[in-house]
């Protein structure tokens, strides 16, 4: 006769099941029972330093793999420390589990420790947030978030499980691959081109991952533009996007938004036709003049970065550092990984690398370092590169420490300009250069603050030091950071 099975144990034979290989974790009283049934379940826990890096690391190999990334967590203060980072993951409909350890069923409602209402608390960042109410039900739970995070528009799902329902014996099953499989719903498209010379088809996050543009724009004739940037239609990595949007006649919706990325529509002519689309298929164009026009005006950079260069003396030009770190993504498998804030777009401007993670339409930063170590563990035979900023690199210096002990060797190339320069430039045009106050920082040393964290550091103020840094972090066979001191500009504009 077979044994019942703990909570727990159900709990991580289950995500095996379904394919889960990763709990991108951070310990805590509520959830041990789960850290020790993982053994059993053969799920490696990527301990991390924070929880926000959890959830960002769940993020990130759910973008990757089209998979639910894992975060598990403990309840209370652990759980809300986790929430923050949702938000980046639904803005980039990223498929991705939460589970939170919870009070108690038996002690709510009479000040259990850490008692809140966490699935409410959660609710309004995932697509769906409840609470686990008994162990006989728990695989139940675990297949319905996993397909819940995978289908239709993908998204974190959260799930907080009461510790008393991890400890519970049952007799219920570990469900079968089938029941993690997501039906997808019959699609059908319904417009007409009529008229429209200028079509243009605009796809959101999760879209753009389906399949890339230019395997889109080979089935369908028509121009593909992926906006996942919290900057719209000034985002530098689209060129001349603006001057593109306007032109069109047609603008076909793939899992986008009409939302403040594209001005709530003014960015298009007036007269323009704007239809939601559900699917490619059946759709032909014939311009290859249009679509070319609307190539170059993507690719478009202004001519003078090329000659671009940097003081002798240092600080660094972005564009030059940009330079010297292209050669680095120059592969069939390599992935840029970039935050936001100013030096983050000069990065997605500047370069160029077959796979691209960024924060995404949430606008959030920080995420940089943890998107980095998990790209590394979907993808180990990669180079990943993350292009990051001084301020946006100290919300988790500490995950260093995370990607030394499971030998996750990214480059993270840090352009510090010693200041929140995104905010000191909104400063500088709102209120003028002598009331551009408190933001500043300091020029730290962060390449020496990943050399005490076990990774290879080294700090670069001149650009006569820049190529041999990059070279020496590339070979150094574990997580590699460079901190450059580079000019105090804002985002690039065309």
């Known amino acids: 006769m077979k044994s019942p099975l703990r909570g727990a144990d159900l709990l991580a034979r289950s995500l095996a099941a379904a394919g889960a290989r990763h709990l991108f974790a951070l310990s805590g009283n509520h959830v041990m029972p789960v850290f020790d049934a993982a ?24 973008r990757l793999t089209g998979e639910p990334g894992i975060a598990l967590v403990t309840g209370g203060p652990g759980h809300a420390n986790a929430v923050g980072a949702l938000y980046t993951a639904l803005a980039s409909e990223s498929p991705l589990v939460l589970i939170s350890g919870h009070a108690p069923l038996g002690e709510l409602g009479k000040g259990a420790f850490q008692e809140m209402d966490q699935a409410a608390m959660a609710a309004p960042v995932t697509k769906a ?47 079968g691959l089938a029941e993690f499989a997501v039906e997808e719903e019959p699609r059908q498209n319904r417009f007409a081109f009529g008229e429209a010379r200028r079509p243009l088809i605009i796809a959101g996050p999760a879209a753009m991952r389906e399949k890339s543009n230019r395997e889109l724009e080979a089935a369908t004739g028509i121009p593909v533009i992926g906006m996942e940037s919290p900057r719209g239609v000034n985002d530098p990595s689209l060129g001349r996007l603006a001057m593109v949007l306007v032109q069109a006649d047609l603008v076909l919706l793939l899992g986008k938004r009409v939302d403040f990325t594209l001005k709530f529509g003014k960015a298009f002519a007036p007269g323009c ?42 600080p660094i030009h972005p564009v030059a550092l940009c330079r010297e770190v292209q ?38 930063i920080g995420s940089a370092l943890p998107f980095a170590a998990a790209a590394k563990l979907a993808c180990p035979d990669a180079r990943v590169v993350a292009m990051l900023g001084d301020g946006t690199f100290g919300f988790h210096v500490a995950e260093l420490d995370t990607a030394v002990r499971h030998r996750l060797d ?21 209120y003028g250069k002598d009331r551009a106050k408190g933001c500043e920082l300091l020029p730290t040393r962060y390449g020496a603050v990943a050399s005490a964290l076990g990774a ?12 041999g840094a990059l070279r020496r972090a590339t070979a150094a066979g574990k997580p590699a950071c460079v901190n450059v001191m580079i000019e105090r500009l804002a985002a690039p504009k065309y």
């Not at 053994?39 to 991390?48: P, Q």
């Not at 609470?131 to 998204?155: Q, Y």
């Not at 990214?410 to 709102?430: C, F, K, M, S």
């Not at 290879?456 to 190529?467: C, I, K, N, R, Y």
């Open 273 to 314: 036709r704007v239809v939601d689309l559900h699917t490619v298929q059946g759709i032909s164009f014939e311009d290859r003049a249009w679509l070319e026009e609307v190539r170059a005006a993507l690719r478009y950079r202004p001519p003078e970065w090329r000659t671009v260069q940097s003081k002798r003396e240092g």
């Open 129 to 175: 947030s409840w609470l686990a109410r008994s162990a006989d039900t728990l695989a139940d739970d675990i297949a319905r978030a996993w397909r819940e995070a995978k289908s239709g528009t993908p998204g974190p799902v959260h799930l907080s499980i009461p510790n008393d329902v991890l400890d519970a014996t049952t007799d219920a099953r570990v469900p």
């Open 39 to 62: 053994l059993d379940a053969k799920l490696s826990i990527v301990h991390v330093r924070h929880e926000a890096a959890a959830v960002h690391m769940a993020d990130a190999w759910g």
């Open 327 to 364: 050669p680095l993504l120059d592969q069939l498998d390599a992935i840029l990984v970039s935050d936001g804030g100013e030096f983050g777009q000069w990065a997605q401007a500047c370069l160029s690398a077959p796979r691209r993670l960024i924060n995404g339409p949430a606008g959030s």
């Open 410 to 430: 990214y480059v993270a190339v840090i352009g510090n300009d010693a200041t929140w320069n995104a905010e000191y430039q909104i400063q500088l045009r709102a």
């Open 456 to 467: 290879h550091g080294e700090d670069v103020s001149t650009p006569a030091e820049l190529q």
